[in-house]
């Protein structure tokens, strides 16, 4: 089943304990994002990769990394999570095929909610 | 700055029609998005419009109209599990999505 895959989908840590989340698509996908989303503002994009060890910042970085040593694989990392950083994390990913276009649906994960007390 | 408008909150009955309106200005267009997300799961693609028209897919429809900034999705004859909030996001001229707040719908029977 083509899927995109989150892991932890819940987690309640504490203020500056590193965490990592993963995110792993099995369909190929050049193009792969993260975005967390909060009541009210919508989705906000994190950082986003057009394809390996090929990487950029969103609206919304700081606080955040990201690698692309894999294609299926895109983990978000929190060095030193803070409270501002309760959310919920949503990965994604599209094709890029001959370009941007209709074609890129995106492909999201089933969410992760984090909590840092 | 660019901005995606949509309502934030829309009530309507089962079997009736709805229309979500969404009005965007953004630097440039590369078309407009729209993705169903129910209660905590993730969003799931519904339409995309590049070129000004209805788009019908079933029970759905979107329209867009790139001269006026605007949007409308459409649900003919719903259902209770159309319960869901409807994102609207467009693409801007980096490729890049900028996306509403969403708009809450709720159903009553």
């Known amino acids: 089943e083509a899927q995109v895959t989150q892991n932890p989908r819940y987690l309640i840590t504490v203020t500056g304990k590193k965490l990592t989340v993963t995110c792993s698509q099995n369909?190929?996908?050049?193009?792969m994002s993260w975005y967390r989303q909060d009541p009210g503002l919508g989705l906000r994009q994190i950082y986003y990769?057009?394809?390996?060890?090929?990487?950029d910042k969103g609206d919304v970085p700081e606080g955040y990394k990201v690698s692309r040593k894999e294609k299926r694989n895109f983990p978000l990392i929190l060095e030193s999570p803070s409270p501002n950083q309760t959310s919920l994390y949503f990965c994604?990913?599209?094709?890029?095929?001959?370009?941007?276009?209709?074609?890129?649906?995106?492909?999201f994960g089933a969410g992760s909610r984090l909590t840092v007390l | 700055g660019q901005n995606i408008d949509q309502p934030t909150e829309m009530t309507a009955t089962e079997g009736a029609i709805v229309q979500i309106n969404c009005t965007y200005q953004?630097?440039?267009?590369?078309?407009l998005f729209w993705y169903q997300q129910h209660a905590g799961e993730a969003p799931t693609f519904l339409s995309y419009n590049v070129l000004d028209g209805l788009e019908e897919k079933g029970r759905f429809s979107s329209f867009l109209s790139r001269s006026k900034g605007y949007s409308y999705l459409l649900l003919k004859e719903l259902q209770m599990k159309d319960s869901a909030s409807y994102l609207c996001?467009?693409?801007?001229?980096?490729?890049?999505?900028?996306w509403g707040a969403g708009t809450k719908l709720i159903i009553k029977p």
């Open positions: 996001a467009v693409m801007d001229s980096n490729y890049q999505l900028i």
């Open positions: 994604a990913s599209s094709s890029l095929g001959q370009g941007f276009s209709g074609a890129n649906v995106l492909t």
């Open positions: 990769s057009m394809n390996v060890e090929v990487t």
């Open positions: 369909m190929n996908h050049e193009y």
């Open positions: 953004t630097s440039g267009f590369n078309g």
